[in-house]
């Protein structure tokens, strides 16, 4: 939200929000898998952007959305962890919208695939080939060694190629 040149008002989070927003939305969708969860994950996300605002700073637009992508993933997976989320009957989605995990675009199979990854591996493998972060970037976003990020990275591989029924492309 804050780059270290940045003046501090409405407009830093406005643009953030405009830039970021379909990115983190995609993440929280992955995971939540409907449309009202993946939205709730994505507003909280940025309200932690904007609960950070006084002690946050990135040094770039990349760090920002690598910020706002590990904090998604990590509400993500708190709320799937929750007891509320695991008692609850899911309620067949009726909304006449598209897959929002498809947005502007026809379906995808192979990022169907990477959705359907552990968590784990989604992350990991949608940073590198969706947000094309380097291994280093996503190490230091998800607080793991270098060599981890890239040994998620080839067993996460290895998944799709078993789930795709083909060799796995690189990059």
Known sequence: MLYQDEPSNDDGFQRAYRQHIDAVYRVCYG?????????????ETFLKLIQKNGSKS???????????????????KNN???????????????????DPSERGSETNPVLEAVLDLPDKYKTVIYLYYYEEYSCGEIAAAIGK???SVRSILRRGRN??????GGAADEK
């Open 31 to 43: 995971f939540m898998k409907n449309k009202a969860d993946a939205e709730d994950a994505a507003q």
């Open 58 to 76: 990135f040094d770039s637009i990349s760090h920002e959305r690598a910020w706002l992508i590990v904090v998604a993933s990590n509400i993500c």
């Open 80 to 98: 799937l962890k929750s007891w509320t989320h695991q008692k609850r009957e899911d309620v067949e989605n009726t909304d006449d919208l598209p």
């Open 145 to 147: 060694k270098e060599s």
């Open 159 to 164: 998944l799709l190629e078993k789930k795709l």
